[in-house]
């Protein structure tokens, strides 16, 4: 058992390890715990206009706060969450602890600001996903307009009609509809035609490369004309230099999100933020910001 091996040597659950029925039990067990003892947390990060460098939506990245190891990143608990169902009730925790921030912030007299919250596919299949949405809008009363549901196109390998009308029903609500890490799957076109989002996000895998891969500024480029043409809104994730900035700028992306700006953050650094509105670029320096720190001094 990895824990066993002492704090330092601590392995977390992936697919690729070779755990026993029993291990992964353990593992499930603590992060059941981690739900109901408070350990999980969310941060923030600014989604911006490109042109104005105007903070237009955040969006809710889920941490894990573990009492020895410190702050775990998502990848490395959501697929055991997923492969165990406990992503529902994690979710469930997830949209209403966005929209509760939503309100604070709100309450503080600050700009409303659209929350976008990152679903699993797993979730598409709870029976009564809308429901405990509608619930939790109205608990937090939140307008379901300032509430964005984050998809990926592997929604389409499941119960295609039954997705798609719970998608439909989301969007009749006037909630928005996000496609993440846009072209990473396998029926990237197939799916936004099923599933049409409001936004699609240009995976960042893309943007890392963009001035020294051609392939890669040519499905920028793609994904941006595909989005004008469908009237979707085009976002850029993983922005991270001023250049690559400027060129997505070039080729018509309309926001973006990235280190550049700010990294994720804790709610009372959002805040501040949310203060100023505008995130300023530095357009003289295009070195990475370090660890915890963001373009904004
Ligand atoms: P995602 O939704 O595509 O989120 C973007 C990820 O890229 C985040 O990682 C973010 O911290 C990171 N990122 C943002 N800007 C930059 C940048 O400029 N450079 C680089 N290298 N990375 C950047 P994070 O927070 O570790 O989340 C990873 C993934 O975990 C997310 O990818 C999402 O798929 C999943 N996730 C996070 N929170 C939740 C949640 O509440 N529910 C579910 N189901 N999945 C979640
Ligand atoms: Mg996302
Ligand atoms: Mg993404
Ligand atoms: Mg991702």
Redesign the pocket.
Known sequence: RAKQQGRNNYQFYSPEMNTTAREQLELETDLRKALTKDELL??Y?PQVDINTGEIIGL?????WQHPQIGVI???QF?PL??ETGL?CP??EW?IRTACEQHQAWYAAGLPLMRIA????AR?FQQRDLVKTIVQILQETQTQPCYLEL?I?ESIAMQDVEFTVAVLQELRQMGIQIAM??FGTGYSSLNSIKHFPPHTL?I??SF??DLLIDPSDAAIARAVIALGQGLHLKVLA????TVEQLEFLRTLGCQSA????FS??LPPVAITQLLREKTIPIQLESSTRPKEGQSAVA
Not at 59 to 63: G, T
Not at 237 to 240: A, F, Q, T
Not at 257 to 260: D, E, R, V
């Open positions: 969310l941060y990060q969006e809710a990245l889920l941490r990143p998502p990848n959501i969450a997923e992503i994690i979710g997830v919250v990152n679903l699993s979730q984050e990926t993440d890490d996000k995976d960042q943007v890392r994730e993983g922005v991270e999100q990235g280190y550049l990294k994720p």
